[in-house]
């Protein structure tokens, strides 16, 4: 990805400037369009030369309809020009790691099946996010499991809000716990990685309605407040279409007056988050369309116009 130079630090498209990190984490309010917006995301970036990794921890696995492939079942899967998809088991993870640690097979299976892994596994706050992050960590390193190619930049379909918040906060308070060996190493490196606003970025996706708005407000301040950092980067979805006034005495069928009322709660929402937030945002309209590629093709020339302002990239 190209970008120009004014006084010694890099400038580009903000869709640039996004795609110069390792990892986006894009979460939001339950239902505000995560995945969409983060398949979007990450169609634009692989068009743009990054090759992208689409990292879905949802067991309830429904990315591949964005992208119109098979479901992962936990592999990586080819999505068609620099993009991949991969629906992400954490437990497999750190099964992986204890693999790596203890090379002989009869010791693997022991730990494997111990009931005390499982309840350590299971038991242990914050571990099945680092698990998560460590798989990110891999891919970017070239080591983890994409079979053609490496990783540039890993785009995470973040489980809602407050989650994502312990998913980032999580590195942090287990490096705190467990300092040492090979979980309290991994914790470390990831800690760094999170907090490295170069190497990791996030992206909040609300809608322009009240509880979403609201939702996005109070994860700025978890973000400041639990990990010291904003978002690179606030999408409003599903705007209503501004609709012409109307004429004097001509009535409204039901379903104009109601997208008209509809637009009218996003403007005063987006005034209100606007107040709060002064970094970038993109707006994004709702579309007429299901959910499945055809959504994401629409929405990919209208993000990257939102995305096209050109901002100062950090070195
Ligand atoms: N801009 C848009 N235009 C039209 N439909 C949209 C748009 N954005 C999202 N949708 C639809 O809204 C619904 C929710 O979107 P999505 O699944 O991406 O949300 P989510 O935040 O990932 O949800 P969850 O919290 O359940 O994971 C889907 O049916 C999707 O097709
Ligand atoms: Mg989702």
């Known amino acids: 990805m190209k970008a120009g130079r004014a006084d010694g630090k890099p400038v580009g498209s ?13 979460t939001g309010k339950g239902g505000v369009g995560k995945s969409v917006v983060a ?22 696995e429904s990315l591949h309809q964005l992208l119109g492939v ?9 999505a068609g020009g620099g993009l991949s998809l991969q629906n992400l088991p954490p437990r497999r993870v750190l099964d992986d790691v204890v693999r790596e640690h203890l090379r002989l097979a009869p010791l693997v299976r022991r730990v494997l099946n111990s009931p005390v892994y499982h309840h350590f596994v299971d038991g242990a706050p914050g571990l099945k996010e680092l698990a998560v992050l460590g798989h990110v960590q891999r891919l970017v390193q070239g080591w983890g499991g994409r079979r053609r190619g490496h990783t540039d930049l890993v785009v995470l379909d973040a ?11 999580a590195p942090r308070v287990t490096a705190g716990v467990i300092p040492h060996g090979p979980f ?4 470390t490196e990831l800690a760094e990685l999170v ?8 992206v909040a ?3 322009a309605e009240e509880m979403p708005v609201q939702e996005t407000l109070e994860l700025l301040d978890l ?3 639990r990990l010291s950092r904003d978002p690179q980067l606030v999408v409003v979805n599903g705007l209503y279409p501004r609709l012409a006034p109307r004429r004097q005495g001509a009535s409204r069928r039901n379903g104009v007056e109601l997208a008209v009322r509809r637009r009218r709660v996003n403007d005063a929402e987006l005034a209100r988050l606007r107040e709060h937030w002064r970094g970038p945002l993109a707006e994004l309209p709702m579309l007429p369309l299901d959910r499945g590629r055809e959504l994401v093709s629409a929405l990919a020339p209208l993000l990257e116009e939102a995305l096209a302002d050109r901002v100062e990239g950090r070195p």
């Open 14 to 26: 903000l869709l640039e400037e996004l795609g110069r990190r390792q990892l986006l984490v894009v």
């Open 39 to 60: 398949a979007t995301l990450g169609r634009l970036l692989a068009q743009r030369g990054r090759r992208v990794l689409l990292l879905e921890v949802d067991p309830r």
């Open 70 to 78: 098979d479901p992962s079942g936990g592999e990586v899967v080819e």
């Open 159 to 169: 489980p809602a809000t407050g989650h994502s918040v312990s998913l980032l906060a």
């Open 184 to 187: 309290g190493h991994m914790a």
């Open 195 to 202: 907090a490295d606003p170069v190497r990791c970025g996030v």
């Open 205 to 207: 996706v609300t809608l």
């Open 223 to 225: 973000l400041r407040g």
